[in-house]
């Protein structure tokens, strides 16, 4: 028998700042070949004893037991096996072996009874002998078989699938209810006549006979199979007997004669997911098609609640309206984990990449989720660290390439409390996950190389892993395998696992002072309720305190965490080792070369008020804090923040991007003169309505671009860059009967939304200043627009006259329904205020001319308009806000005489016309 392996080169690099050492109840590896050794774990009703069972190369070591199998030619012997481990001592016990025996075992579970069922291949085409008087035989078969708890065969039963000696699992799912029910998923690689690959879903009873199945033909992707099935092969029905599966596919399926997705709208990613419920005659209960993806799809037996995996790309698929906006991905888009009832009902969410709340941050292809029944996960991954543990705030650190395993500990809530790490080896993976109250097992894979197999490759000469003090040596099976297998390449056979248990209480907790605040100095102990904090502390100001530690020496903490209502000034000499989760305010005086503080990640809802010397902002690690200038500040990195206050100082952004995700209008305020934003792209999220500035302008002078939106649909996000030099087309059009053959040359903007509006529209609002050619005539200027450097300019929307004063020139256009590139067109002439939406509110001026006094008569009643008089100069000489009525009076003895126009607007419409004072 020849057997295919796959290598699995788990190559993550994750930081973390956990101890490795400590905490682990006990741990044992099997010497194995290959890995994958551990298929299921399972702690009995009672948590006295671990069920486990697996497959093995060549040897495999047990405590007193030592399994072994013959040579194949070319290969080593083939072992599964079946046994128990007390979860007091870690000692196993061998209940149940064979040696190359031809048959796969895909998938093995267990019942309350402690009887072990298998399902996979047969791999051969010759009779196969299970013990107890029972063989199965046959071709292109998959067998399912019963095994009692000494091990003895009860059953076995072999269904026609079409398969022989496949390297693929044919039984990706298999579990049994409480009533001794067995359900299985099967696979059938081979297409039928309509080019459609078999999924059967059966159950059986409890002496294997066949109560009923269900077909699912797809051409794509396996029914009910996902990534870290060890885990959740047996995780997809609850103790009633339903049967929840999610099924992925980017062409659509057949289950049960009935086609899914069930949708007549194209999906926006190459993925649907189906989740069906069936009850426990095999009846759908209820059937729902997404355009998104699910993985780690599980089943609570208890609550009969599901908890999965959900990546989407877009706001439209989600069934769930609780999911919370991530500063992360496309608009709308969401990863990360989800619980819903039975009925898929959304009961809560963990993301992944969120900035208000502590996520997950890890890896959902590598890392193990299990879903408890007392409502927490607990989630096995793998993570590089080797250095002291210093907890970060909720999550895990980078540090180094040495590999570890971890578990994390959520609370109900699915907010990370705890984790513990251990297995200190290169390449660790997880396989299997199991869970008693607060007690976990874990089989971790590692590889353990044999250092005279792998001369001058570092990388690969840990022989060893530990969990607590326990050290592990792995590689047992054989120390050469040219001489015992006559096999040169050896690889990726040179993989061990290690069974490992935990407990919740076992955890490593960091130590932790809080700041008192009798004085300033940092150092004084009498300012904090533990001790001056170390560099494997937290130092957490949970309250407003009469004092801050503004005086130091060399002060340092693992991680520092800063609580709501908190006005904390920190010395800029700090050192983290960890994380930083603030949600006060910080104040950083004269922060100068600003790399966070050391500070691995830098999160919270809080604010950072930079005050003092200029500040350079060199930090690259995640930074999700509001900011307060009072100084300048130069960014060398993209930064992405709730909101920026603008109260003294300029922001550079050195060609970067800085992403506003606060959707207010209020998000970005303080502009001013000299307080504005230069060199880069400045992104804003917007609503459907709202006024939203955007100052980007140049290093010695404000530049802006200005958008009102109305009801503007589809758009989620804008980003505005200012360019200096005027490249690309010029104008050469002719607007109202006046020709536009040129545009201000103190620059232009280029405005790009996330994604084109479906419905509604917007004003744009152009300010430039330092133009070299302006026109004498504020009537004269208009904004135009072209799709790209390389299109032709024209005017969309609403023409508004423009205004000049102290050398900027104010254009707006109303109405305008698509974005692009703007600038600001000089006419050879006035242009005329023609077009309809001036026409809308026309007023008559009386008397015209007038020395003292003017009425605007409207054909009716107007709320909450605008008045501005406007010289011929463009500059403003009268404004009145929020006026009301069919008729308005207004004093004008003050004016100079000469010609004026008067602007009225409602917010929506402008109305222009001209009145002569004398």
């Known amino acids: 028998m020849k057997k295919t392996i796959t290598l699995i080169l788990l190559l993550f690099i994750m930081n973390s700042n956990a101890q490795i050492g400590g905490g682990w109840d006990w741990a044992f590896n099997t010497g194995s070949l290959g890995g994958e050794a551990i298929k299921h774990l399972k702690y009995t009703s009672d948590g006295s004893e671990i069920l486990f069972g697996g497959t093995a190369l060549a040897a495999a070591y047990f405590s007193s037991t030592t399994l072994t199998a013959p040579a194949q030619p070319n290969y080593p012997g083939d072992i ?52 107890n ?59 039928d006549a309509n080019g459609k690959v078999n999924y059967p879903l059966y159950k059986l009873d409890s002496n294997g006979e066949t109560l009923w199945y269900k077909d699912a033909l797809n051409p794509h992707g396996i029914v009910g199979v996902f990534t870290n099935e060890n885990s959740l092969s047996d995780k997809f029905i609850d103790n009633n007997e339903n049967v929840h599966l999610s099924v992925g596919s980017t062409a659509g399926f057949t289950f049960d004669g009935i086609n899914y997705p069930n949708t007549t709208t194209s999906p926006s990613t190459t993925i649907y997911t189906t989740i069906l419920s069936l009850n426990s005659s095999g009846n759908i209960l209820k059937a729902q098609t997404f355009d998104a993806e699910v993985k780690s799809f599980q089943v609570n037996r208890i609550t009969g609640n599901l908890a999965f995996f959900w990546s989407q790309d877009n706001p439209n698929p989600s069934p769930f309206d609780k999911l919370p906006a991530q500063n992360y991905g496309p608009t709308g888009s969401f990863i990360g984990m989800i619980e819903t009832d039975a009925n898929f009902n959304f009961i809560r969410c963990k993301d992944f990449f ?33 250095k002291l543990y210093a907890a970060g705030v909720d999550y895990i650190h980078p540090s180094d390439p040495n590999n570890a395993s971890v ?57 060893t892993t530990s969990y607590g003090t326990v050290n592990l040596t792995g590689f047992n099976a054989a120390s050469d395998f040219n001489t015992a297998y006559g096999i040169h390449s050896t690889f990726y056979l040179r993989k061990d696992v290690a069974i490992v248990q935990t407990k919740s209480a076992n955890f490593p907790t960091i130590a932790s002072t809080t700041w008192l605040g009798n004085s300033t100095n940092w150092n004084d102990a009498s300012n904090w309720s533990n001790g001056v904090p170390t560099n494997v502390m937290k130092a957490l100001f949970n309250q407003p305190t009469s004092n801050y530690p503004i005086v130091s020496s060399s002060p340092k903490a693992a991680s520092l965490e800063v609580k709501t209502g908190v006005n904390l000034t920190l010395p800029s000499t700090l050192v983290l080792t960890s994380g ?65 206050t603008l109260n003294t100082g300029k922001i550079s952004l050195n060609g970067k991007t800085l992403s506003i995700i606060d959707s207010s209008p209020t998000a970005l305020s303080g502009v001013s003169a000299t307080n504005y934003i230069y060199g880069g792209t400045l992104e804003r999220k917007i609503n459907t309505t709202g006024i939203y500035e955007f ?4 290093s010695a002078r404000l530049q802006s671009a200005t958008i009102n939106a109305n009801n503007l649909v589809g758009v989620d996000k804008i980003a505005v860059k200012f360019t200096k030099a005027f490249t690309g087309t010029t104008p050469n059009i002719s607007y109202n009967g006046v020709a536009i053959t040129k545009a201000l040359n103190g620059g232009w903007f280029t405005i790009s939304p996330d994604k084109q509006p479906t419905s509604g529209n917007y004003d744009a609002i152009l300010n430039i200043q330092n133009s070299t050619n302006t026109s004498a005539s504020a009537g004269s200027y208009v904004v135009i627009k072209r799709d ?40 050879n002439a006035n242009i005329t205020l023609s077009n309809s939406e001036f026409q809308k509110q026309q007023h008559t001026i009386f008397p015209n001319p007038a020395s003292e006094q003017i009425n605007l008569s409207f054909p009716s009643i107007l709320n909450n308009v605008n008045v501005k008089i406007i010289a011929v100069t463009g500059q403003t000489v009268y404004q009145k806000s929020n006026l009301s009525g069919d008729n308005l009076s207004l004093n004008v003895s003050n004016l100079a005489n000469g010609i004026y126009i008067i602007q009225v607007s409602d917010g929506i419409s402008v109305s222009s016309s001209k009145f002569i004072k004398q």
Do not use: H
Not at 142 to 152: L, P, Q, T, W, Y
Not at 409 to 415: P, R
Not at 581 to 600: H, M, R
């Open 354 to 386: 969120t900035t208000y709340d502590n996520p997950f941050n890890i890896d959902n292809d590598k890392d193990i989720f299990l879903s408890l029944p007392n409502g927490k996960l607990v989630i096995a991954k793998q993570f590089s660290k080797n």
């Open 407 to 463: 578990i994390i500990e959520t609370d109900a809530n699915w907010n990370i409390t705890k984790f513990i790490s251990g297995g200190k080896a290169p390449l660790t993976d997880q396989n299997v996950l199991a869970a008693y109250n607060d007690t976990y097992a874990m089989a971790a894979g590692f590889f353990s190389q044999d250092l005279a197999q792998t001369p001058g490759n570092p990388n690969n000469l840990v022989p």
């Open 580 to 644: 930083l989760k603030n949600d006060g305010t910080i104040t950083i005086k004269d922060g100068g070369f600003f790399q966070g503080l050391g500070a691995k990640e830098w999160r919270g809802s809080g604010t950072v008020n930079f005050t003092g010397t200029a500040v350079s902002f060199f930090y690259s690690g995640f930074f999700s804090n509001s900011l307060v200038l009072n100084t300048d500040l130069g960014t060398y990195f993209d930064l992405k923040v709730p909101t920026v």
């Open 133 to 191: 008087g029972i063989s199965v035989s046959g071709q292109n078969k998959v067998v399912i078989a019963k095994f009692d708890a000494s091990g003895n065969t009860v059953w076995a039963k072999t269904f026609d699938l079409g398969v022989v000696g496949t390297y693929q699992k044919t039984i990706p799912r298999l579990a049994v209810s409480n009533s001794g029910n067995v359900f299985f998923v099967g696979y059938n690689p081979n297409l």
């Open 80 to 131: 599964k096996y079946f046994g128990k481990i007390n979860s007091a001592t870690g000692v196993p016990t061998i209940i149940k072996s064979f040696s190359n025996l031809f048959i796969n075992f895909d998938c093995i579970t267990t019942d309350d009874a402690g009887n072990f069922y298998i399902g996979g291949g047969l791999s051969g085409i010759n009779p196969v002998d299970l013990g």
């Open 788 to 827: 790209n450097s390389t299109s032709a300019w024209n005017v969309s929307g609403n023409y508004t006259l423009a205004t000049v004063n102290n050398g900027m020139v104010t254009a707006r256009n109303n109405g305008l329904t698509s974005f692009s590139d703007f600038a600001i067109g000089i006419g």
């Open 695 to 698: 100052p980007v302008g140049e």
